[in-house]
Nanobody, 124 residues
Framework: QVQLAESGGGLVQAGGSLRLSCAAS????????MGWFRQAPGKERAFVAT????????YYAGTVKGRFTISRDNAKSTVYLQMNSLKPEDTAVYYC?????????????????WGQGTQLTVSS
């Protein structure tokens, strides 16, 4: 069982930056591919970014590519999402997810564990 705890959400103005963190309780964090997803009010959960177990491979949704950067520190069992040039449409609850022995994927069903989410609100 892995527990994931997101942090770093908040209120930011459009054009601003914020970094989300997700700390994992996994014994061997490098066994997990990690992903970030988001869910806006009234919408389905959407893929944001994913990173491979060794951090060498990343993949982004088209809506955030070039603005967001996913990274991980396996020694700290933490994955990050650096968000720049934020837009009001980025407002959502952001979730991190872990896939045991998985590879990078944009499909929520590929992930075995999910955090509780952290709220990001971008004001115009």
């Amino acid at each position: 069982q892995v527990q994931l705890a997101e942090s770093g959400g908040g209120l930011v103005q459009a054009g601003g930056s914020l970094r989300l963190s997700c700390a994992a309780s996994a014994r061997t964090f490098s066994d997990y591919a990690m992903g970030w997803f988001r869910q806006a009010p009234g919408k389905e959960r959407a893929f944001v970014a994913t990173i491979s177990r060794d951090g060498a491979t990343t993949y982004y949704a088209g809506t955030v590519k070039g603005r967001f950067t996913i990274s991980r520190d396996n020694a700290k069992s933490t994955v990050y999402l650096q968000m720049n040039s934020l837009k009001p449409e980025d407002t959502a609850v952001y979730y991190c997810a872990a896939a045991l022995y998985g590879s990078v994927s944009s499909v929520p069903d590929k992930y075995h564990y999910w955090g509780q989410g952290t709220q990001l609100t971008v004001s115009s």
